[in-house]
C-alpha cells in the first residue's frame, strides 16, 4: 500500500542522509590534512513500477552514491623543504609502500600520489610519515636517465639517498686557450719550449695535471715557420713513461686567417679531430677529450706576434665531495649537490596520469590505487604531455570548502528531520487507522 512505501522511502531518505553526513565528516576534519580530496555525495531516485491505475503511486525512495574528487586540484603551500613536493597541474607521483619494502617483498604495489613530505629514513629511502616511499628511474653514472616502458613500472624504483654519500666528478673535457708567440719561430730565435700545467680530476677523483710544452720549430732559413711541436705528459703516471701524446702544429700565415691553426698533425697518441678541434687523451686515470681549436677557427691555441700567454683555458670535473643537499627540479629530475659544487643527477621522477583519476580507487595516506573505472596508467616526463610540473618547497592544500560543508551540513540536518517526520506521520496515520476498529 502506499502509506507503507511511505516509510520505507522515509527510511531509506534517513540513510542517505546519514551517508551524507559521513562525508562532510570527513571532508571537515580533512580541511587541514596536505593532498585530501573531497568526498562528494550524489543521491538518486528509485522508482517502483508504476500500476496505470488512477490515484495510485507506491514511493520508491532515493538512493545514495559517494565518489571522490579526485581531479579537483587543491591550492600550492609554500614551505621550507626541498623534499616538500607537489604536482602543478595534471597527474601524480609515483610511490609504493614502506611496509612492503620494509618486509623485503618483491613484488611491491604501484600507488601514486599527489603531495607529499618526503624525508630519507635510516636506510636513506625517501618516504612520508604515512608510509608512502618515492618511486623513480635510477640515473646512470654519466646523469643521463636510460630510456624504460612508460606504461609499466618495472624499471621504477624506491629512491635512495646515502646521508654521508661522496662523489667525484671526473674530468672529461678540457678547453685550452692560449697564444704562441710567432716571432719564436724564426730562424734567429732560441727554440726554447713554453711549458703549461693545467690540472684535471681523475675517476678516483685525484687531482692531477696535464704537463704540455710547446716548442718552435726554427729551421727555416727564410722566416717565420709558423710550426710547433706539442707535448702533452701526465702527472698521474710513470715519469718515464708519462708522453700522452705528440702533435705538430701548423699555423696560417693568410691576412685572413693569420694566427688560426692551418693543420694539426698526429705524431703520438690520438689523432686529431678536425671536425671538433679536439685531441682524445688517454690518461692513467681517465680519457679526456682536449679542445685546442679547429682549422680557421677563431678560438683555442693562436699564434701571433704577442707574448706567450693562455687567454681562456676551462675545463669539466671536479674533486671528491660531500653530499650537502638533495632538490628536485620542474623536470622530475633528483639532482645532489656536493659542497665543491659538482652537481649529479641521481634519478627522474615521472609524473603518472589516468585517463579517469575519479575512477582511482582511495587508500590511507592521500594515495591512489589504479581500478577498472580508472583505466591504465602512462608515465610521462614533468611537464610532458597532458602532465603539469613537480614542483619543490611546496605541497597541496585539501580541496575542502569549509563554508561550503557547513552549508550542505544545514541542508543536511533539514532533510533528515524532514525524512523522519515522514516516518513519524505514518506512523499516526497507522495509529488511527488502528482507532477506526475501536
Known amino acids: 500500500m502506499s502509506m507503507s512505501s511511505a516509510m520505507n522511502a522515509g527510511v531509506s531518505g534517513l540513510a542517505v542522509n546519514s551517508t551524507r553526513l559521513a562525508t562532510i565528516s570527513d571532508n571537515i576534519a580533512n580541511s587541514g590534512t596536505y593532498g585530501y580530496k573531497r568526498m562528494e555525495t550524489e ?34 603551500v609554500t614551505t621550507t623543504h626541498p623534499l616538500d613536493l607537489a604536482v602543478s597541474g595534471s597527474g601524480m607521483l609515483p610511490v609504493t609502500s614502506a611496509v612492503d619494502l620494509d618486509n623485503g617483498f618483491e613484488e611491491m604495489p604501484f600507488m601514486m600520489t599527489r603531495t607529499g613530505s618526503f624525508r630519507p629514513d635510516n636506510n636513506g629511502v625517501l618516504r612520508t610519515d604515512a608510509g608512502l616511499v618515492l618511486m623513480g628511474w635510477p640515473a646512470s653514472s654519466d646523469g643521463t636517465v636510460p630510456l624504460s616502458s612508460r606504461d609499466a613500472v618495472g624499471a621504477l624504483e624506491p629512491i635512495r639517498l646515502a646521508v654521508n654519500q661522496t662523489a667525484g666528478d671526473p674530468t672529461t673535457r678540457v678547453n685550452l686557450g692560449l697564444n704562441l708567440p710567432a716571432t719564436e719561430t724564426e730562424p734567429t730565435a732560441s727554440g726554447d719550449p713554453y711549458s703549461l700545467k693545467v690540472e684535471y680530476f681523475g675517476n678516483l677523483g685525484t687531482a692531477e695535471t696535464l704537463e704540455m710544452t710547446f716548442t718552435p720549430d726554427t729551421s727555416d ?42 693543420s694539426v698533425t698526429t705524431l703520438t697518441g690520438g689523432a686529431y679531430d678536425p671536425a671538433s678541434g679536439t685531441l682524445p687523451l688517454t690518461l692513467h686515470n681517465g680519457a679526456i677529450d682536449l679542445f685546442i681549436g679547429t682549422p680557421l677557427g677563431t678560438t683555442g691555441v693562436r699564434q701571433l706576434s704577442a707574448s706567450f700567454s693562455p687567454t681562456n683555458i676551462s675545463k669539466n670535473g671536479s674533486p671528491v665531495g660531500q653530499l650537502a643537499g638533495v632538490a628536485v627540479d620542474e623536470d622530475g629530475f633528483l639532482k ?78 533539514r532533510a533528515y528531520s524532514s525524512n523522519a517526520k515522514i516516518i513519524q506521520t505514518v506512523d499516526e496515520m497507522l495509529q488511527e487507522t488502528t482507532n477506526i476498529k475501536r
Open 221 to 262: 732559413p727564410t722566416g717565420m715557420s709558423s710550426r710547433w711541436t706539442m707535448e702533452i705528459r701526465d702527472s698521474a703516471a710513470d715519469p718515464a713513461s708519462n708522453l700522452v701524446g705528440s702533435y705538430q702544429i701548423d699555423f696560417d700565415e693568410t691576412a685572413a686567417n693569420g694566427g688560426s691553426i692551418a
Open 336 to 413: 645532489a649537490t656536493y659542497d665543491t659544487g659538482f652537481i649529479k643527477t641521481l634519478y627522474q621522477i615521472p609524473l603518472v596520469d589516468v585517463p579517469n583519476e575519479n575512477g582511482l580507487t582511495s587508500v590511507d595516506g592521500q594515495a591512489f590505487k589504479i581500478s577498472t573505472t580508472s583505466g591504465g596508467f602512462f608515465l610521462w616526463d614533468s611537464g610532458d604531455g597532458p602532465t603539469g610540473a613537480i614542483q619543490g618547497y611546496a605541497r597541496e592544500s585539501s580541496t575542502t570548502d569549509v563554508a561550503q560543508e557547513l552549508t550542505h551540513l544545514i541542508q543536511t540536518q
Open 43 to 76: 543521491f538518486n531516485a528509485f522508482v517502483l513500477n508504476q500500476h496505470r491505475t488512477a490515484g495510485v503511486h507506491s514511493a520508491g525512495g532515493v538512493r545514495v552514491s559517494t565518489y571522490r574528487v579526485v581531479d579537483d586540484d587543491g591550492a600550492l
